[in-house]
């Protein structure tokens, strides 16, 4: 199984930007689809981004549509997010997924990963 390990987490101020780096081992990562997940106190954990084995399949929530970018480095075993323009509610735990199955219909549902990272605190402050 693949190990995660996220970090660039950190508090920023709204309007803000902040890159979050995902370093994978173990396995190889190019056969693995990733994810981004956050989630808050209380809540369930909410689906951000995924990027599929290659570069061609993207998405995103709406919530962070045209603010962060997802994108992955094969050669070295990295995902990124990229977050510009950050509001308070941004703020939450960012946890990073990996997902090796061969066909995957819906990229948001977080059961299709079964590797997570420890998560990294991401604050937005108003």
């Known amino acids: 199984q693949v190990q995660l390990v996220e970090s660039g987490g950190g508090l920023v101020q709204a309007g803000g930007s902040l890159r979050l780096s995902c370093a994978a081992s173990?396995?190889?990562?190019?056969?693995?689809?990733m994810g981004w997940f956050r989630q808050t106190p209380g809540k369930e954990r909410e689906f951000v981004a995924a990027?599929?084995?290659?570069?061609?399949?993207?998405y995103y929530a709406d919530s962070v549509k045209g603010r962060f970018i997802i994108s992955r480095d094969n050669a070295n075993s990295m995902v990124y997010l990229q977050m510009n323009s950050l509001k308070p509610e941004d703020t939450a735990v960012y946890y990073c997924?990996?997902?090796?199955?061969?066909?995957?219909?819906?990229?948001?549902?977080?059961?299709?990963?079964?590797?997570w990272g420890q998560g990294t605190q991401v604050t937005v402050s108003s």
């Open positions: 997924a990996a997902s090796d199955l061969s066909a995957i219909i819906d990229y948001t549902g977080p059961r299709i990963y079964g590797a």
């Open positions: 173990g396995r190889t990562f190019s056969r693995y689809a």
């Open positions: 990027i599929g084995r290659g570069t061609s399949t993207i």
